[in-house]
C-alpha cells in the first residue's frame, strides 16, 4: 500500500531505465522519456538509478498517500500541489499519510516524475517495470489503481542547485551522431536538414517524434529493414525526419540520416507540438565522454 | 562483405551481407552468441536482422573504436557456414478460409488461382525467420512463392485479431495479439502466439523456420477458433 489514484490524469505511467536486453525479441526498450529529470529525481532520494517512479503527461493527476512517505518530483512544472497547496519540485519531501498530491496543468514541459524512496514496487515484467502501451505490457494509471511503495522517513534535505535547473521553454538543439545512412545523404540534402528550424508535430508520442518542416526531396526511401537505436532519425517517404523514442519498434526499413545524443532526447521529452528544434553535428567521442560522466554522476550500470 | 557502422553512442550496427540470402540468418545468430560468450560483461543487446545486427555496449568498459575494433577481429576469425544448419522447425496449423482470411477472396481473384492451389503454393513452403520486430514475438518469414506475393495495403486495418496469417510481399506472417496493420490477411491460427503466454518471447528466433498445415473448418471451430 502506499498510493491510491483519485484521478489517473491524461498518460501516466511506471517507468524505470527499460528493457535494454529484449531487442532480439522485437521488444522495444521503454522506460522514461526524460532521463536527466528521472535520474534526478531517484539521486535526490539516494535510490538506486534504476528504480521505477511515476511518468505523469500533460498532468490531471491526483494521488492519496495511504503510508508517510519520503518523494521527489523532479521534471516538468504542472503545478504540483500537496493538499491544494504549490510544493517546490527537484528535492526531497516528508509526505504525510492521507496527503493528496496534485498535478494540475503543463506549465514548463510536459513530463513529470514522482519518485518514492525505494522505487515503486509494481510488477517487474521482462526484466523491467516500466509499461508500453504499444506492446500491450501492462497499463497506463487507472482511477482506484493502488501503486505500492515502502513508507519511508527520516532523510535529509536534498535539492538541485538551482542553477543548474534545466530551462524547458528554450527552442532546442539535437546533437546528432552522423549514423547509419548518414554517408548516402547529398550535401544539398544535409544543409536543408541542418540549416532549417523544424516543428514537433501533432504526431509526437513515446514511439517516436514527428517533424513539421521543409521536406527533403528523397530518390529511394525503403531499404531491407535493420536495428533501430535510441534516438536514430528516419526520413520517411514525405522527406520529413521522425526520431525514434523509447516505446519504438526494435527494426525498420526507412533510411536514417543519424542518431540524436542521448541527453538531448531528455529535452524532446518536454517539447509540446509547434516547438523548435534544430539539429548540429555531434562527433562519437563527444557523445561517449558526456554520456559516461552524466553515467558515473548517477551511478547508472546499464548492464546490471 | 562484413561492415561495422556506427549507430549511436553506445551501439553499431554489423551488416554481414546486403541483400536478403537465407543463409544469413542462422549465421548471424551464432555470430551473436559468439560475441555474446566473448564480451558478456560489455554487450549489453543485441538484435538481429535479416543482414545485419546491432549491438549495443556499455560505454563504462569499451569506447567506439575499441569495441568496433574487437568486434572487427571476431568477424575476421568467425567461421560462417553456406550449408544447411541445424534449426528449429516450428509446425504452425491455420484456418485459410474466407471468414478468417479477410483478403483471401480478393487475392485468388487478383491471382486467379483456386483456393486449393492458393493453400498448397503457402503450406508447402518451409520459410525462414528472418527478423523479428514490428511487435514481440512477429517473425518476418521468407520467402513467399512469387505467385501469391502481393504489396501491402494502401490503408492499413485498425484491428486485425491475434493470430491472423498475412503476406507483404515476399514476406509472411501470424500476428500474434490483435492489432492494427497493413498485411494482406489469409487464414488464422489457433495457436496462442501472444504474451499471455510469456514463454512466447522465445517462440521465434531468426534463423528458425517455419512451416504452415491447413487445418479443416471444423478441425479449427472445435478446437475453439472463433470466425
Redesign the interface.
Known amino acids: 500500500m502506499s498510493f491510491k489514484v483519485i484521478k489517473p490524469g491524461f498518460l501516466s505511467t511506471i517507468q524505470d531505465y527499460g528493457r ?8 522495444s526498450q521503454s522506460g522514461v522519456m526524460d532521463e536527466h529529470a528521472f535520474s534526478w529525481a531517484n539521486y535526490l532520494l539516494e535510490n538506486n538509478f534504476n528504480n521505477a517512479v511515476l511518468e505523469i503527461t500533460f498532468g490531471g493527476v491526483e494521488l492519496k498517500a495511504l503510508d508517510d512517505m519520503l518523494i521527489c518530483v523532479c521534471g516538468a512544472d504542472l503545478g504540483f500541489k500537496i493538499n491544494g497547496q504549490l510544493a517546490p519540485i527537484w528535492r526531497n519531501i516528508q509526505i504525510k499519510k492521507s496527503d493528496v498530491l496534485s498535478w494540475n496543468l503543463p506549465i514548463h514541459g510536459i513530463r513529470t516524475y514522482l519518485a518514492v524512496k525505494g522505487g515503486f514496487e509494481t510488477p517487474v515484467l ?1 526484466g523491467s517495470r516500466s509499461i508500453n502501451l ?4 501492462g497499463t497506463k494509471l487507472a482511477k482506484n489503481d493502488v501503486l505500492s511503495c515502502q513508507p519511508s522517513s527520516g532523510q535529509l534535505a536534498r535539492f538541485m542547485v538551482p542553477q543548474y535547473l534545466p530551462n524547458y521553454d528554450h527552442d532546442i538543439v539535437l546533437r546528432l ?4 545512412q548518414y554517408d548516402t545523404f547529398s550535401d544539398s540534402q544535409k544543409i536543408l536538414f541542418f540549416s532549417q528550424s523544424y516543428r514537433v508535430s501533432q504526431a509526437n508520442d513515446r514511439t517516436g517524434c514527428r517533424l513539421d518542416g521543409a521536406p527533403i526531396a528523397i530518390k529511394k526511401d525503403k531499404m ?9 532519425v528516419e526520413i520517411a517517404t514525405n522527406g520529413l525526419p521522425i526520431i525514434l523514442l523509447k516505446d519504438a ?4 526499413g526507412y533510411l536514417k540520416i543519424g ?1 540524436v ?2 541527453l538531448d532526447l531528455a529535452k524532446l521529452a518536454q517539447k509540446q507540438p509547434n516547438a523548435k528544434v534544430k539539429f548540429e553535428l555531434m562527433n ?2 563527444q ?2 565522454k558526456e ?2 560522466k552524466f ?2 554522476f548517477f551511478e547508472i ?3 546490471s | 562483405m562484413h561492415k561495422i557502422i556506427l549507430a549511436g553512442e553506445n551501439s553499431i550496427l554489423i551488416y554481414f551481407g546486403d541483400k536478403i540470402d537465407n543463409s544469413l540468418p542462422k549465421n548471424i545468430a551464432n555470430f551473436a552468441n559468439a560475441l555474446k560468450n566473448q564480451f558478456s560483461d560489455v554487450v549489453i543487446d543485441l538484435t538481429p536482422s535479416y543482414t545485419s545486427l546491432l549491438v549495443s555496449y556499455d560505454l563504462s568498459k569499451a569506447s567506439y573504436f575499441k569495441f568496433s575494433a574487437d568486434v572487427q577481429a571476431i568477424l575476421d576469425g568467425f567461421e560462417f557456414s553456406d550449408s544447411n544448419q541445424q534449426s528449429n522447425l516450428i509446425h504452425i496449423p491455420v484456418y485459410y478460409g474466407f471468414e478468417t482470411g479477410l483478403d483471401l477472396e480478393r487475392l485468388l481473384a487478383e491471382k486467379n488461382i483456386s483456393l486449393d492451389e492458393f493453400i498448397q503454393l503457402h503450406s508447402s513452403n518451409e520459410y525462414l525467420v528472418h527478423a523479428i520486430g514490428f511487435s514481440p514475438v512477429f517473425a518476418f518469414l521468407g520467402e513467399v512463392d512469387i505467385r501469391i506475393q502481393a504489396p501491402r495495403l494502401a490503408t492499413p486495418r485498425i484491428k486485425i485479431p491475434a493470430g491472423s496469417v498475412g503476406i507483404a510481399d515476399s514476406q509472411t506472417a501470424v500476428y500474434p495479439s490483435d492489432s492494427s496493420g497493413g498485411w494482406n490477411i489469409i487464414g488464422r491460427t489457433l495457436l496462442d502466439l501472444s504474451l499471455d503466454k510469456p514463454e512466447n518471447l522465445e517462440k521465434f528466433k531468426t534463423g528458425d523456420r517455419v512451416q504452415f498445415y491447413a487445418i479443416t473448418r471444423n478441425e479449427y471451430l472445435k478446437f475453439g477458433g472463433e470466425l
Open positions: 535494454l536486453c529484449h531487442g532480439a525479441y522485437g521488444m521482462y504499444r506492446e500491450n505490457i551522431l552522423p549514423s547509419y531491407i529493414s535493420e536495428g533501430m537505436s535510441y534516438g536514430s519498434p526494435t527494426i525498420g542518431t545524443f542521448s562519437i567521442h557523445a561517449q554520456r559516461l553515467n558515473q550500470e546499464p548492464n
